[in-house]
């Protein structure tokens, strides 16, 4: 079964400042995607960003990048020069490049302060 | 392109009544998929379409939740009868193309659902 960990419940950043989420999973597949989702308060989840397991390189979308670390089966998101619309819920997921089932972790609540 | 819908968008009830959520997934996406998300946590798989066929409802509670997914487009979820923990957010999501890992699911807006 495939878990996911996100070890951080809460973080807070200044605004314009960078702040890195965690996020962890466990696996024995090869093969598999990654998202990072984002929840406004009250509104609905987007994708924020993904990677493929088979790539080395880092995605990065402007301000959001990753840092995939296939062995130590971790990827964090890094947000660049924060904006007070990057407050959130942030969600980690897996999902099985032969599967069509999303495993979500339990979701850092960022919030971006002024 | 229109996005995923859900309503009602709210709902409150008192335990023992029945409720029921629809879904309108994004024009020509396979699968479908209802999450249930208690405030403070990460969306619970409750079931998944892919056309109009069941491929996991493993975690729903089968005494009480029931879904549907006629002629594999729009689905409905139901609840009956509904207890006090069954208080959350139920997210509906859709999926292109089953098999393609790379797409990522689109989610609806959400019902925030209120038991009293």
């Known amino acids: 079964a495939q878990t996911v960990t996100q070890s951080q419940p809460e973080m807070s950043v200044q605004e314009a400042e960078t702040v890195t989420l965690s996020c962890t999973y466990d696996t024995s597949e090869n093969n598999y995607y990654l998202f990072w989702y984002k929840q406004p308060p009250s509104r609905q989840m987007i994708l924020v960003i993904r990677?493929?397991?088979?790539?080395?390189q880092n995605a990065t979308e402007n301000r959001f990048s990753v840092n995939f670390q296939k062995a130590a089966k971790s990827f964090s998101l890094k947000i660049s020069d924060s904006q007070l619309g990057d407050t959130a819920m942030y969600f980690c997921?897996?999902?099985?490049?032969?599967?069509?089932?999303?495993?979500f972790g339990t979701g850092t609540s960022l919030t971006v302060i002024p | 392109e229109a996005g995923v819908a859900q309503s009602p968008r709210y709902k409150i009830i008192e335990k023992r009544q029945s409720v029921a959520f629809w879904c309108n997934p994004i024009s020509g996406h396979a699968t479908l998929y209802w999450y249930q998300q208690i405030l403070g946590q990460g969306p619970k798989l409750l079931i998944q379409f892919q056309n109009n066929g069941v491929v996991d409802d493993s975690q729903l509670p089968k005494d009480r939740f029931s879904a549907e997914r006629l002629k594999g487009v729009d689905s409905t979820l139901k609840i009956q009868p509904a207890k006090l923990e069954d208080s959350a957010v139920y997210l509906c999501?859709?999926?292109?193309?089953?098999?393609?890992?790379?797409?990522?699911?689109?989610f609806g807006p959400g019902t925030r659902l209120t038991v009293l």
């Open positions: 997921a897996f999902v099985k490049v032969t599967g069509n089932q999303f495993y």
């Open positions: 990677q493929e397991a088979y790539k080395q």
């Open positions: 999501a859709s999926r292109e193309v089953p098999g393609v890992a790379y797409n990522e699911q689109f």
